[in-house]
């Protein structure tokens, strides 16, 4: 069985799925991974305290700065207490699909 995608294809972007560990030594994509009930996401890490929405503006950052697009263009639309969190990201929905698969990719 393959595992299920870390992003879904929306009509003005995609929707990834993403596991957040805040208060960490380094801001980082840590490429994807599959939970125990066999959902999958991308591994991020931020130096931001979960407090205030501060984890999750500096990965909303982080992202944009990876895929090459503003950080305005992504935002946490679902999971925003959560470590397990839903980005969206604006922009043309093919070229965002073949930079989260690079994405993916790392370790």
């Known amino acids: ?21 805040p208060k960490s030594a380094l801001d980082r994509l840590e490429g994807a991974d599959t939970s125990a009930d ?17 984890a999750n503006k500096a990965l909303e950052k982080l992202v944009g700065k990876a895929l090459g697009v503003p950080a305005s263009a992504v935002s946490v639309i679902a999971g925003g207490t ?20 690079a994405l993916e990719r790392r370790s």
């Open 82 to 101: 959560s470590r397990l969190k839903t980005l969206r990201i604006l922009g043309d929905p093919a070229t965002l699909a073949k930079g989260i698969e």
């Open 38 to 54: 066999g959902r999958s996401h991308l591994k991020a890490r931020v130096r931001a305290v979960p407090e205030n929405g501060a």
């Open 1 to 21: 069985m393959q595992p299920a995608a870390v992003f879904r294809i929306g009509r003005e972007g995609v929707d990834v799925f993403v596991r957040l560990t």
